[in-house]
């Protein structure tokens, strides 16, 4: 088992930036790709982006060049620098973490992010 816990959401005026943190904690070993997705209201969950174990990096169109994944692996955790924040990037982000041996998705609860015009 997986526990993913996120932090850094709030309230943020369009142009500004956040950072989202998700801390991953028990069978870490197991993590092939961890990453963040998104849900806004009456929307489908969709990827923001993602990082395999070994860096490499995935980004969805719409926030390509404004936000940037990372992880550090001794700290079991991922980040994510949101620069550039549109109104359109409100959503709760969810972290999610992937096991491909056991083949198993795990989610954390989300934190959400607003961004006022």
């Not at 069978?27 to 092939?32: D, F, G, M």
């Not at 709760?92 to 083949?103: G, L, P, R, W």
């Amino acid at each position: 088992q997986v526990q993913l816990v996120e932090s850094g959401g709030g309230l943020v005026q369009a142009g500004g930036s956040l950072r989202l943190s998700c801390a991953a904690s028990g069978s870490i070993l197991s993590i092939n790709v961890m990453g963040w997705y998104r849900q806004a209201p009456g929307k489908q969950r969709e990827l923001v982006a993602d990082i395999t174990s070994g860096g490499s990096t995935n980004y969805g169109d719409s926030v390509k060049g404004r936000f940037t994944i990372s992880r550090d692996n001794a700290k079991s955790t991922v980040y994510l620098q949101m620069n550039s924040l549109k109104p359109e990037d409100t959503a709760v982000y969810y972290c999610n973490a992937f096991a491909a041996v056991a083949h198993m998705d795990y989610w954390g609860k989300g934190t959400l992010v607003t961004v006022s015009s």
